[in-house]
Each structure stands twice: as structure tokens, then as C-alpha cells.
């Protein structure tokens, strides 16, 4: 309960955080959004105020740009009518004035200097008078730009000074709430607090006091079962070191057995021996001879006499491991290290295919027995034309596993001849066994019909026996109530 009641407290005392934690973050949005409210404001006022600037500005410099368009239209207009009155006269009197070219070209020379000063001090002052215009345009410009920006200047600093005061009143105001709600729930929650922890302390002082006599029985109870560990951890110590013991022995016969792999002959021995064990396991001693001799003079690892069709089946140890281990060593070209090994495959098959299928001595097939499972799944897995090659030259090429399968099945074929050839004997014997049983069965009736007879007599013995059983209660009953002995003649059944 005061557990509880803690937990309680702690979370009001939460509730009350997250509380102001949430106003506080809802004031600060406020802030925010006034604040990006009174910045676009000023951002569109003052891009407003700068559009009508630039337009301003571009009216007042079209209008300059058709003065000047309009000054130098009317200078042109001037220099050709002169140059087209000065044309004509020249053409009507030239004719005329052929004397006098010379004094008429002088005057028409300085005509036209004239002419072109007066066009020059025209352009000059056109052009001073422009450049005047142009400078108090711009220092008009310039002024009033001046103002705007200043009127704009003010009327933002107006507006920030009472947009910062109407916030900071506001802020003001609500945090002032905010504190008092605040000030308030903390109190309250203090007060809550201070009673539970005093509840708390209570009951957490009788709760350590449980607890410290629980520790101490949990402790002894934890050194007890430490002991029985660290004995126990002893013991499997023990045995680990017996494990390595085995394991060292182990590394030693692993290690002889690579040195008996290493030379030609053992291994030839090695799988001549692991061949016999297979087959004495699983065959009768009849069904096979080991080392037999053929025609020719040659002599095979194992001979199987197995029932007709098939015959007698040669079963010869190989195991090419020289050149399979170079392909994984790295001694040669892993290339060459497989080339040799599948020339020694199809050597040890050529060789079985020549000497142990014999026509009408051994069966029209043979088998290579491959010690190693490693070495028959690599023929199988990654060189499948070598069994193809040793099918061909009727070579079925097992190992140790598939030879177990061969050899049950042949003992399967030679169980099932066996049986075939004494069916008459089993058939007799099933006959008697008929008999037999026909006795065995009218014994057992005559055994039934005794027990059944046997129980009803036995609970008429037990019906009796009640009757006197009860007799004789009553007599005792007589007895210990002092009265004299009453004799009861027994009714018999």
C-alpha cells in the first residue's frame, strides 16, 4: 500500500512537471508566431515600399530616355534640312559659280565649320543641361528615399517598441499565473510528499528488518549451494582432466594413423582390413572369401558368392590419396594435382575391369571400395565423369557407407534364397506347430473349465464362512453381556 501510495505521489509530481513543461513550450510558440507575424509585416511593407521606389525610378528614366531621343531627332531634322538647302543651292549655281569654286567651296567650308560648331555648342549644352537635370532628379531621389527610409525606420522602431511592450506584458502576466498555479501544486504536492515519505521511512524501516532476516537465510542458504557448486565444479574438473587425458591419447593415434596413411602400402592395408571388417559384420563367413584366387594367377581383396543370376562378385580395395591431398595442399597447380588424380581413378578402374571380370568365372561387374568418404565425394560431387568412365567398364565405385548398403542388400537376397530352400522344412514345422497348438488350446479349455469350477467352490467356501464368522460374533456378543452362553446350532449349506 505505501508502495503504491509513493508511486502515486511521484506521479502527480510528474503530472505537475509536464504540466508546466507544456505551458512553458506553449508560451514559447506564442512568442514565436508574434514574433514571425510582426516580421512579415515589415517584410511586405517594406517590399511594397521598395516595388513603388523601382517603379518610380524607371518612369523618371524612360522619361529622360525619350527627352534625349527627342533632342537628337530634332538636331538631325536641323543638320539635314541645312545639308539638303545647301545641296540644292550648290546644284543650281554650280554652273554659274564655275569661277568662283574655289571662293564658294571656302565659304561653304566655313559654312559648315560654323555649322558644326553650332551643332557642337548645341550638343554640349544639351548635354550639360541633361546631365543637370539628371543630377537634381537624382539628388531628389536620393532625398526622398532618404525620407521614406526614415519614415520607415521610425514606423518600424514604433512598432517594436509596442509590439515588445504588449508582449512582454502579456508574458508577464501569464508567467505570473503560470507561478502561482505552479507554487501552488507544488505545495500541495509537497505536502502529499512529505506525509507518504514519512509513511515510507515507516515502512521501509519494518521492511529492512524482514528483509535483513530473509538476507541472512537466503546467504546461508546461497554459501550452502556455493559449497555444493564449487564440489560439484571439483568433480567436473576432474573429469575434464580425464577428457584430456583421452584427447592427448586420441591426438597420438590420430597422429600414428597419419603415418600409416602416408606409405603406399598401408594404406592398401589399412583398406583391406576396414573392407574386411565391413563384411564380416554384416555377411555370413560362408557367403564370402577374403584374398581369393582367380584365373591367372591374380588374387582379389574380397570375393562375394552370392545367389545365381548373379554369381560371384570381386570387391577390391583402392584408395587414391597421394594426389587428392596435393589438390587441396598446395604443393603443385591445382589443375595438374586433378588431372593426376582422375588418371589414378581411371587406372584403379582399368585395373579391377581387366583382372576381376572373369566371363564365366566372376559376375559381368565388380567393385571398387574407396576407404575414404572424403575421396568417393569428391569423385561423385565435382567429377562426374569418372563414374560414368567406371560404369562403362561395369565398376561400381562405393564407399564405406554405400558398401553397407550393398552388403545388406546381398544378405537380404541370400536370406531370402535360404528361406526358399527350406520352405518344405518350415512348412513341417509349422504343421507340428499346428498340432501342437491344437493340444495346447483343448489343455487350456479344460484349464478354464477347473479355475471357473475352482472359483464357484471357492465362494461357497467364502459364503460359509461368513455364516460362521458370524456366529461366533454373536456368541461373543452373549457373552460380554453376561448372560448365559446361548448355543446356536451352525446351519450348513
Given at each position: 500500500?505505501?508502495?503504491?501510495?509513493?508511486?502515486?505521489?511521484?506521479?502527480?509530481?510528474?503530472?505537475?512537471?509536464?504540466?508546466?513543461?507544456?505551458?512553458?513550450?506553449?508560451?514559447?510558440?506564442?512568442?514565436?508566431?508574434?514574433?514571425?507575424?510582426?516580421?512579415?509585416?515589415?517584410?511586405?511593407?517594406?517590399?511594397?515600399?521598395?516595388?513603388?521606389?523601382?517603379?518610380?525610378?524607371?518612369?523618371?528614366?524612360?522619361?529622360?530616355?525619350?527627352?534625349?531621343?527627342?533632342?537628337?531627332?530634332?538636331?538631325?531634322?536641323?543638320?539635314?534640312?541645312?545639308?539638303?538647302?545647301?545641296?540644292?543651292?550648290?546644284?543650281?549655281?554650280?554652273?554659274?559659280?564655275?569661277?568662283?569654286?574655289?571662293?564658294?567651296?571656302?565659304?561653304?567650308?566655313?559654312?559648315?565649320?560654323?555649322?558644326?560648331?553650332?551643332?557642337?555648342?548645341?550638343?554640349?549644352?544639351?548635354?550639360?543641361?541633361?546631365?543637370?537635370?539628371?543630377?537634381?532628379?537624382?539628388?531628389q531621389m536620393l532625398k526622398q528615399l532618404g525620407d521614406i527610409s526614415a519614415?520607415?525606420?521610425?514606423?518600424?522602431?514604433?512598432?517594436?517598441?509596442?509590439?515588445l511592450l504588449k508582449l512582454s506584458t502579456m508574458l508577464a502576466e501569464q508567467?505570473?499565473?503560470?507561478?502561482?498555479?505552479?507554487?501552488?501544486?507544488?505545495?500541495?504536492?509537497?505536502?502529499?510528499?512529505?506525509?507518504?515519505?514519512?509513511?515510507?521511512?515507516?515502512?521501509?524501516?519494518?521492511?529492512?528488518?524482514?528483509?535483513?532476516?530473509?538476507?541472512?537465510?537466503?546467504?546461508?542458504?546461497?554459501?550452502?549451494?556455493?559449497?555444493?557448486?564449487?564440489?560439484?565444479?571439483?568433480?567436473?574438473?576432474?573429469?575434464?582432466?580425464?577428457?584430456?587425458?583421452?584427447?592427448?591419447?586420441?591426438?597420438?593415434?590420430?597422429?600414428?594413423?597419419?603415418?600409416?596413411?602416408?606409405?603406399?602400402?598401408?594404406?592398401?592395408?589399412?583398406?583391406?582390413?576396414?573392407?574386411?571388417?565391413?563384411?564380416?559384420?554384416?555377411?555370413?563367413?560362408?557367403?564370402?572369401?577374403?584374398?581369393?584366387?582367380?584365373?591367372?594367377?591374380?588374387?582379389?581383396?574380397?570375393?562375394?558368392?552370392?545367389?545365381?543370376?548373379?554369381?560371384?562378385?570381386?570387391?577390391?580395395?583402392?584408395?587414391?590419396?597421394?594426389?587428392?591431398?596435393?589438390?587441396?595442399?598446395?604443393?603443385?597447380?591445382?589443375?595438374?594435382?586433378?588431372?593426376?588424380?582422375?588418371?589414378?581413378?581411371k587406372k584403379h578402374v582399368d585395373d579391377i575391369a581387366n583382372k576381376y571380370?572373369?566371363?564365366?568365372?566372376?559376375?559381368?561387374?565388380?567393385?571398387?571400395?574407396?576407404?575414404?568418404?572424403?575421396?568417393?565425394?569428391?569423385?561423385?560431387?565435382?567429377?562426374?565423369?569418372?563414374?560414368?568412365?567406371?560404369?562403362?567398364?561395369?565398376?561400381?565405385?562405393?564407399?564405406?557407407?554405400?558398401?553397407?548398403?550393398?552388403?545388406?542388400?546381398?544378405?537380404?537376397?541370400?536370406?531370402?534364397?535360404?528361406?526358399?530352400?527350406?520352405?518344405?522344412?518350415?512348412?513341417?514345422?509349422?504343421?507340428?506347430?499346428?498340432?501342437?497348438?491344437?493340444?495346447?488350446?483343448?489343455?487350456?479349455?479344460?484349464?478354464?473349465?477347473?479355475?471357473?469350477?475352482?472359483?464357484?467352490?471357492?465362494?461357497?467356501?467364502?459364503?460359509?464362512?461368513?455364516?460362521?464368522?458370524?456366529?461366533?460374533?454373536?456368541?461373543?456378543?452373549?457373552?460380554?453381556?453376561?448372560?448365559?452362553?446361548?448355543?446356536?446350532?451352525?446351519?450348513?449349506?
Amino acid at each position: 500500500m505505501l508502495e503504491m501510495l509513493f508511486g502515486v505521489t511521484t506521479l502527480v509530481v510528474l503530472l505537475a512537471g509536464v504540466l508546466v513543461v507544456s505551458r512553458l513550450h506553449q508560451l514559447s510558440t506564442a512568442q514565436r508566431e508574434v514574433l514571425e507575424t510582426l516580421t512579415q509585416d515589415l517584410e511586405t511593407k517594406h517590399r511594397e515600399m521598395l516595388n513603388d521606389l523601382h517603379q518610380g525610378m524607371s518612369k523618371q528614366s524612360e522619361a529622360m530616355q525619350q527627352g534625349l531621343v527627342q533632342h537628337g531627332g530634332l538636331l538631325n531634322d536641323a543638320v539635314n534640312r541645312n545639308s539638303d538647302r545647301l545641296r540644292d543651292s550648290m546644284s543650281e549655281s554650280f554652273e554659274r559659280l564655275r569661277a568662283s569654286v574655289g571662293n564658294e567651296m571656302k565659304e561653304s567650308r566655313e559654312t559648315i565649320s560654323r555649322l558644326q560648331t553650332v551643332q557642337s555648342e548645341a550638343l554640349s549644352t544639351l548635354r550639360l543641361t541633361l546631365v543637370a537635370s539628371l543630377g537634381e532628379s537624382r539628388e531628389q531621389m536620393l532625398k526622398q528615399l532618404g525620407d521614406i527610409s526614415a519614415a520607415l525606420q521610425n514606423k518600424q522602431d514604433t512598432l517594436r517598441e509596442d509590439m515588445l511592450l504588449k508582449l512582454s506584458t502579456m508574458l508577464a502576466e501569464q508567467s505570473k499565473r503560470e507561478m502561482e498555479q505552479l507554487q501552488a501544486a507544488l505545495q500541495q504536492s509537497a505536502a502529499s510528499l512529505a506525509g507518504s515519505v514519512a509513511e515510507l521511512t515507516k515502512a521501509t524501516d519494518n521492511r529492512l528488518a524482514e528483509i535483513s532476516g530473509k538476507v541472512t537465510e537466503r546467504l546461508d542458504e546461497g554459501f550452502k549451494k556455493t559449497n555444493e557448486t564449487f564440489a560439484s565444479v571439483m568433480a567436473r574438473l576432474a573429469t575434464i582432466d580425464e577428457a584430456q587425458k583421452k584427447i592427448d591419447g586420441l591426438t597420438t593415434n590420430v597422429v600414428s594413423l597419419q603415418e600409416l596413411l602416408g606409405d603406399k602400402r598401408s594404406r592398401g592395408a589399412f583398406g583391406e582390413v576396414q573392407l574386411e571388417h565391413l563384411i564380416s559384420n554384416v555377411l555370413p563367413a560362408q557367403t564370402y572369401e577374403l584374398q581369393a584366387a582367380l584365373a591367372g594367377g591374380v588374387r582379389v581383396d574380397c570375393l562375394l558368392k552370392l545367389p545365381e543370376p548373379t554369381g560371384t562378385v570381386a570387391v577390391d580395395s583402392k584408395f587414391p590419396l597421394e594426389n587428392y591431398h596435393r589438390m587441396f595442399a598446395g604443393e603443385m597447380d591445382k589443375l595438374t594435382a586433378t588431372r593426376l588424380f582422375k588418371a589414378d581413378v581411371k587406372k584403379h578402374v582399368d585395373d579391377i575391369a581387366n583382372k576381376y571380370i572373369i566371363p564365366n568365372v566372376t559376375a559381368d561387374g565388380a567393385v571398387m571400395f574407396v576407404p575414404a568418404e572424403a575421396v568417393f565425394a569428391e569423385i561423385h560431387a565435382y567429377h562426374p565423369e569418372l563414374v560414368q568412365y567406371a560404369m562403362g567398364k561395369r565398376v561400381w565405385i562405393v564407399s564405406p557407407t554405400t558398401l553397407m548398403a550393398v552388403l545388406n542388400t546381398a544378405r537380404a537376397v541370400i536370406k531370402d534364397v535360404e528361406t526358399r530352400k527350406q520352405v518344405h522344412i518350415i512348412k513341417d514345422a509349422l504343421g507340428k506347430l499346428g498340432q501342437e497348438f491344437g493340444r495346447f488350446d483343448k489343455r487350456m479349455k479344460n484349464l478354464a473349465t477347473h479355475i471357473r469350477q475352482a472359483h464357484e467352490d471357492a465362494m461357497e467356501v467364502s459364503v460359509t464362512s461368513e455364516k460362521i464368522s458370524k456366529q461366533f460374533i454373536n456368541i461373543e456378543q452373549v457373552r460380554l453381556e453376561g448372560e448365559e452362553p446361548v448355543l446356536i446350532a451352525a446351519g450348513t449349506t
